[in-house]
């Protein structure tokens, strides 16, 4: 059922799919209406990390070391955490300087240097073959055993074949037409690839989706949920050893590694970095990506222990290869649609992988290897051609097709002696070395040239003796005796235990040397040697990146040029279309009508270089630039006196905004204050001429009687007496209210005296009684007091509590009815404090006048009909003097049911004179 | 530019969490035979750790917006 050309043409249909997928990308990106402009799509284009090694190669290392598998992940979640510190500034360094790939990232960072670009170049080319050789492996082999269907077969059974006859050379080959056609189509001085980017998330979901498929089947269909595999897998002593860390399934030391090397390759795999900063479209994406991501890689592996265990129970051990055991048992349980589900999300994996490493690596190898020493060469004339875009194009299709070429001899050479992750691994321990050159070159200006120049070199090195090389020695292309004997026999050159370093797996061992040796010179030389010019402005550039604006680094140049000779030096590389577009873009956006009116100033020059930066790389771009314009070298201190004054400018302007800032804040601190002036003004207008209206009215009075009293002596003797007994009364009004009104100012200002003493307010309300009680005869009131016999002590002054009380029972008097009126006042105590009510069964207080009685002058009732009972601020001056001691006091009362006046005092918190 | 600077700081401090939670010491304490709900004591913690630190990642992420 499942013959070769049904393999086969699935596999091409698929493909097709791909390249529709990403032609319709390019086209939308065209029109302007990207695609993959949102984080969805940038954090499945992310998972371009899981390659065949994820998908075949995981189960394999599960099956030899149980959970050992799992650092791999783990290592770029936890980075993932650390992305919004150094991804968003690596992202926005590149943007900034038109960085298209680590090559040029690295270069441009240290000082534009050529010979810096090209060495990454070399590394990052000969570190990924290995990786490249994985995917060739892993497709071929899946492809092999899957024309074996229904019969279970290792590939490497049948033998060794002729390379014209080897599925894996015409896979590399098909690999590299493919992405040819995907990836150089055009140039683009970006660098950015729309349509790939939209092939790849989707290729992200195809494996996804066909690995849970395997695994669901594997899990509930062949056996009965995780549970199930596990108890099964327990009681084999041999997997059960799997379960557990230690022994078989390898240190905690090897677990550190792989997770520490995971991290940085998670950041520095040209691939990775070609998705996650070449190809970013905003910056805001990598926020979702941060978790996102992370969710992908833990879906991705949650059945590939299942699995692993499935295929060690299922087959007899040394049958079949465990890194084949996704394809192989879905194929030993007669199911052939999923196994050409699988095969084909196997080659997801792997295309998705290739794809964008190679365009990765053929970008860094024309920008930084091939076109700088092509230039260099003078008898090519390439300075005069009109138009290089083609010329850049072609380098880059080589490129692709050797890289794959590569792959394959390495595949060849080396392929059958390790397993896949062992053969990924290589690769990661490669991508290391660029860690601490970029990392420290984001963060530590006085990081140079030399310095990571010597870093680089010296991991590399070390890296390929400890690793690299012994893999050749595996494979029997060096002698066995390099391994065994070390270098001419050296024992402390053994390659696994240099230096006699034994107790580590060999990836282990070898970070630990390559990272020793590249740390150590790049901080030693850096510290030991002095920056030119270029790399103390670009140091500048990068670290303070985040300070800087967007055209900050035009400032750093000074010369003469010509706006035509920039213009067509733009044109050789980009196309003299594109070039026209860009110009006038710039010229646009500078305000002037054609490039050609532009001033040919430091500003252009930079754009110039900018825009060659992203078709040539930063330092040939560099090199093409000084060598089309005049140039005047500025000299070390006045690039720093630049810097520093930039710096100045910087720091002024920050504290020029934080004092304007602090001047905003205290203009509204001003304007409220303004305000609350204006507001007390307009009451104190208010309080005068409502105490002069008050003062009047007994006044008036006064004086009206006074005049009838002189104008009509004849006045009778009992009139007489009414009248200066009226006089009297107003007089006594007019006093008190001048007394209240005083003493409210006093209360208000804080100039009142207050006595505090201990007392017991029992003591206060039987005098306040005692004293009003000849106004309760008077009106006929009946009082009634219920009063505890043992109340605890307040502190508080006598004089004005008894002015209180008396106040309230005066109120409570006036209002109430004569004869049938009763007041009756309680005294209780309320949690912490004690509580005075004064009831009274007068006409009572509509609620929503409950706080106006307690403004000044307010008396509640008919201002008309009913003669004021009091001056209107007893209750105001009662309110301050119990909120002085704490307290608080209002009132409860419905129209018609009396009122009660209540208000606390609080207890002294460790109660004197309590029950204790 | 505050708020960025603590959601950065939020997510290092994350990232320190996940450094302890899978690595030795406290690795050594789940590295023993058991099982939980069948599945062995080891793979039990790790995805679920793994998958608590995401699901606090995607809170800092995601509550600041």
């Known amino acids: ?916 | 530019m505050q708020k960025s600077s603590i959601r950065g700081q939020r997510l290092v401090a994350l990232f320190l969490i996940g450094f302890l939670l899978f690595n030795y010491p406290l690795l050594f304490l789940f590295n023993s035979g058991g099982t939980v709900f069948g599945i062995p004591l080891l793979y039990a913690y790790i995805f679920g750790a793994w998958g608590g630190l995401i699901a606090l990642m995607a809170l800092v992420v995601e509550k600041g917006r």
């Open chain 1, 1 to 916: 059922m499942l013959q070769g050309w049904v393999v086969i043409v699935c596999s091409f249909a698929y493909l097709g799919v791909l390249f529709a997928i990403a032609y319709y990308g390019d086209k939308r990106a065209d029109a302007g209406r990207s695609i993959i402009a949102n984080p969805y799509i940038y954090s499945l284009s992310l998972a371009v990390y899981c390659t065949t090694w994820t998908f075949y190669g995981s189960v394999g290392r599960a099956a030899s070391t149980g959970i050992g598998f799992l650092p791999i992940y783990l290592g770029p979640t936890l980075m993932a955490a650390l992305w919004w510190f150094v991804m968003l500034r690596i992202i926005r360094i590149s943007k900034v300087n038109r960085i298209t790939s680590i090559a040029d990232f690295i270069a441009s960072r240290y000082g534009k240097s050529q010979l810096l670009g090209g060495l990454v170049t070399v590394i990052a080319v000969i570190g990924i073959i290995p990786y490249i050789s994985l995917q060739l492996k892993a497709v071929s082999n899946s492809f092999v055993i899957l024309l074996q269907y229904p019969q279970v077969a290792s590939p490497s059974a049948l033998g060794e074949v002729p390379i014209l006859s080897d599925s894996a050379f015409y896979i590399a080959m098909l690999l590299a037409a493919f992405t040819i056609l995907f990836g150089t189509r055009h140039l683009d001085a970006t660098e950015r690839h729309e349509g790939m980017v939209a092939a790849i998330a989707f290729e992200s979901v195809v494996k996804l989706v066909a690995f849970l498929a395997v695994g669901a089947f594997v899990t509930f269909g062949m056996y009965n949920g995780f549970g199930d595999i596990f108890s099964r897998a327990a009681g084999i002593p041999k997997l059960d050893a799997l379960l557990t860390l230690g022994g078989q399934a390898g240190t905690y030391g090897t677990w550190a590694a792989l997770t520490f090397v995971s991290m940085l390759s998670i950041m520095f795999l040209p691939r990775q970095f070609q998705i996650a900063v070449v190809e970013n479209v905003n910056e805001n994406h990598l926020a979702k990506a941060i978790w996102l991501f992370p969710l992908y890689l833990l879906a991705i592996n949650i059945f590939v222990l299942p699995i692993a265990f499935g295929g060690l129970m299922h087959f007899p051990e040394g049958t079949v290869d465990a890194d084949t055991f996704v394809l192989t048992l879905p194929m030993a349980e007669r199911q052939p649609a999923l196994a050409l589900l699988v095969f084909i999300g196997g080659l997801s994996a792997a295309t998705g992988m290739v794809i964008v490493e190679t365009i990765a690596l053929s970008t860094m190898v024309c920008n930084d290897l091939v076109m700088p020493a092509l230039l260099r060469m003078r008898s090519l004339r390439l300075n005069e051609r009109p138009d290089l875009s083609g010329l850049l194009l072609g380098i880059r299709r080589w490129a692709i097709a050797i890289i794959l070429l590569l792959g394959y001899f390495y595949f060849r050479l080396a392929g059958e002696a390790y397993a896949l992750v062992s053969i990924g691994l290589i690769s990661f321990a490669a991508v290391a070395q660029f860690a601490p050159a970029i990392i420290g070159g984001i963060f530590w200006k006085n990081a140079t040239r030399s310095g990571a120049f010597a870093g680089l070199t010296a991991g590399f090195l070390v890296w390929a003796y400890t690793l690299l090389l012994p893999s050749f020695s595996r494979s029997g292309w060096l002698p066995m005796s390099f391994i065994e004997e070390g270098l001419f026999g050296i024992a402390l050159l053994k390659p696994l235990q240099l230096f006699g370093l034994e107790g580590m797996d060999q990836i282990a061992h070898c970070l630990f040397w390559s990272m020793l040796a590249n740390i150590g010179c790049y901080v030693w030389g850096s510290l030991m040697s002095r920056p030119s010019v270029m790399e103390t402005s670009q140091a500048s550039a990068f670290v303070d990146v985040f300070k800087r604006t967007v055209e900050g680094g035009s400032t750093l140049w000074r010369g003469s040029a010509s706006v035509d000779d920039l213009f067509s030096l733009v044109s050789r590389f980009l196309g003299p279309s594109k070039a026209a577009r860009a110009f006038g873009d710039f010229a646009q956006r500078h305000g002037a009508r054609s490039f050609r009116d532009l001033p040919a100033n430091a500003a252009l020059v930079h754009f110039a270089e900018t825009q060659l930066a992203g078709a040539i790389g930063s330092a040939s771009a560099r090199v093409m630039v000084s060598s089309a314009v005049k140039e005047e070298p500025l000299g070390l201190e006045e690039v720093m006196n630049i810097l520093d004054e930039a710096s100045q400018v910087i720091a002024y302007s920050h504290k020029l905004e934080q004092k304007s800032r602090e001047l905003e804040e205290a203009t509204t601190e001003l304007r409220t204050a303004n305000e609350r002036l204006k507001e007390l003004d307009r009451m104190k207008d208010d309080f005068i001429s409502t105490v002069t209206h008050e003062l009047r009215t007994p006044l008036t009075s006064i004086r009206a009687f006074s005049e009838i009293l002189l104008e009509d002596p004849k006045t009778d003797l009992a009139q007489r007496k009414k009248f200066l007994g009226i006089i009297v009364k107003e007089t006594e009004r007019l006093t008190r209210l001048i007394n209240q009104v005083l003493d409210l100012a006093k209360l208000e200002s804080g100039k009142a005296e207050w006595h505090s003493t201990e007392l017991s307010l029992r003591e206060v309300v039987e005098d306040a009684v005692a004293a009003t009680s000849q106004l309760f005869k008077d009106k006929g009131v009946a009082v009634e007091t219920a009063l505890p016999s043992e109340v605890p002590l307040v502190v508080a002054d006598r004089d004005r509590l008894m002015q209180v009380i008396i106040n309230l029972l005066s109120n409570a008097v006036k209002f109430c009815p004569s004869r049938e009126g009763r007041v009756r006042i309680r005294l209780s105590k309320e949690r912490g404090d004690l509580r005075v009510d004064v009831e009274d069964n007068g006409p009572g207080i509509d609620p929503e006048h409950h706080e106006a009685i307690f403004d000044k002058f307010r008396q509640v009732g008919d201002m008309l009909t009913d003669k004021p009972q009091g001056t209107g601020l007893g209750l105001p001056i009662s309110r301050q003097i119990v909120g002085h001691f704490g307290g608080r006091m209002w009132v409860e009362s419905a129209r018609g049911k009396g009122a009660t006046f209540s208000f606390t005092l609080p207890l002294p918190i460790p109660a004197v004179g309590g029950s204790a």
